[in-house]
């Protein structure tokens, strides 16, 4: 290795996502330099695989129910979802998964860019190795940051790798719809790929190990999603053990608790693992395929130039959250090249705490489900003095003009002696647009006497939160 070509750079970006795009930009704008290494499409997994593609196939469906959920408009909807034209719609959204728009910004931003898998090879060291096998050997001067994100988990089931199964870079980029799909595992992702394929024409069976769907949000949000998805003709299975897979011709066939489930698909979507198996992090005395503990500036334990970010770290396994630690890091990066050593109190724009327990998170389905904060079982679990406040948001006017005989819960975890939000979730047509209030509301600890003041207008669904403070008031 060492007669591989050198280069050396300010900060060197393991992973060209959108976590890894953002550190590079602002130690940029700070007035480094930084590279960004990727082995595959710039724009990493939301672009191509995840939030967009999938909401892309999930919006077509929302905007029909929501038609069809007012009267007057809902006699104009005389036909079905154009299967074709959706798909086509979410190839857009992918750039038909090319990463050249992505590329145009990066170089346009100041940022270099080297294609290739990057190893950590020692203290601010990574050999990069390209397409063509030749390496390259990158110096860092400040620090390496690791924002090689996640993968799809795969359980350890009998027969389950043999059967060639979808993992969700798969059910997003599909290209016709299954006829049908089996669904192994029932959060987020195995609700929203049940909710759009099986509206795109599939027959979705969803096979849960648990007692229920969603089972890190509030019970009245997994209720709500799993009576639609049945109401959809989804066939969901609670309760269900996966215990072996095979294939007999075109049909998967899932031997289960329940009984033997056959599709021509199978989805596996059990939660994610760490991308940092083949990145050599036993160079640097961490464990190869774990997440790295950081502490709040996302510096690696025990290191003062190595940097885990976004998915690596398994704090908080959204883009966005990912794209904030990316935000705080960065500005901790630059300010250490400049020999500061950053604020790391509470809130300072050099640390993430958001993502301890102000996460905010959005589920597509139909209802959607969005929620920011701690459940009241997060709050009973960290002893924290709490009451919780329920709603149902079908009763507020402006919902009731939104969709005739809107259905939704909105829910509210008050700390009762500091008198804030511990948390908010939010179950309805169309409540994704209510979280951002709801996550200032908790990250500003905004007291409950001051949200009085904070009036909402009429008649929009907003006035729930009037509700949910009068409620609490008793």
Known sequence: MSSAPEQTYDVVVLGAGSTGENIADIVVRGGL?????????????????????????????????EARAVDGAAQA???EQDVDATLARRDTFTSRWDDSGQVTWVDGAGIE??????????ERTVVVTGVDGTQMRLT????????????????????????GPWSPREATSAKEVPGRLLVLGGGYVGCEMATAWQALGSQVTVLQRGDRLLPQAEPQASDAVTRSLRDSGVDVRLGAEVTGARREGEEVVLTTSAGEFRGNEVLVAVGRAARTRDIGLEAVGQEPGSYLPVDDTLRVTGSDWLYGVGDVNGRSLLTHMGKYQARQAGAAIVARARGEEPDTSDWSPFVATADAAAVPSVVFTTPQVASVGRTAAQAEKAGLPHRVVEYPIGNVAGAALFADGYEGTAVAVVDTEREVLLGVTFVGPAVAELLQAATIAVVAEVPIARLWHAVPAYPTISEVWLRLLEAYRG
């Open 33 to 65: 330099t930084a590279v960004l290494v990727e082995p595959e499409l710039v724009g990493g997994e939301c672009s191509y695989w995840a939030c967009m593609p999938s909401k892309a196939l999930l919006r077509g469906t929302e905007v029909l129910a």
């Open 77 to 79: 909807v005389t036909g």
């Open 113 to 122: 860019l080297i294609r290739g898998s990057g190893r950590l090879d020692g």
């Open 140 to 163: 860092a001067r400040h620090a390496v940051a690791v924002c090689t994100g996640s993968v799809a988990a795969t359980p350890p089931v009998d027969g389950l790798a043999d059967v």
